[in-house]
């Protein structure tokens, strides 16, 4: 069942954040997102995050990681394997798979480890100087004008 929401009182309120209604209403109007592999998403830090995938039975060399923008893409696509001998039972699970993750502006990725079957990729928010919140000062007069950045943002 889907429901649909109606963001326009916010559109006449905020200015700026179509990206944000536009990313809310993309996923409400998905399809089950893949469950495979499986992962978790944490907050580690004030402004650090992890992404952590089980993906055993991939090496570093079948899975690929890209960021474009604010999406960040994680595929794994296993090399052909030579079967020496006959299975029994297969299940470990070797298909290919493809999982995107929205990201925040500014979030860029620190480091990805691979490690005992886990795939780790930290994350972090670097908001540039020119972006951090700044005290303006008002002018009487003729006075100079000051621009200062706020240390404690």
Avoid: C
């Amino acid at each position: 069942m889907r429901t649909a929401f109606d963001f326009s009182p916010l559109y006449r309120s905020t200015v700026g954040f179509d990206r944000l209604f536009d990313l809310i209403d993309q996923t409400a109007r998905q399809d089950a997102s893949p469950h495979w592999p499986p992962y978790n998403v944490e907050k580690v830090g004030n402004d650090q995050y992890r992404i952590t995938m089980a993906v055993a039975g991939f090496s570093p060399d079948e899975i690929e990681i890209t960021q474009k923008e604010n999406v960040l893409v994680v595929a794994g696509h296993k090399h052909p394997e030579q079967e020496n001998g006959q299975f029994l039972h297969r299940g470990i699970a070797t298909r290919a798979f493809k999982q995107s993750f929205s990201l925040a502006d500014y979030v860029k990725v620190r480091e990805a480890k691979l490690e005992n079957g886990l795939l780790t990729v930290d994350l972090v928010r670097e908001v540039p100087e020119e972006m951090k919140p700044r005290r303006i000062e008002i002018a009487t007069g003729g006075g100079p004008k000051t621009i200062e950045h706020d240390k404690a943002a």
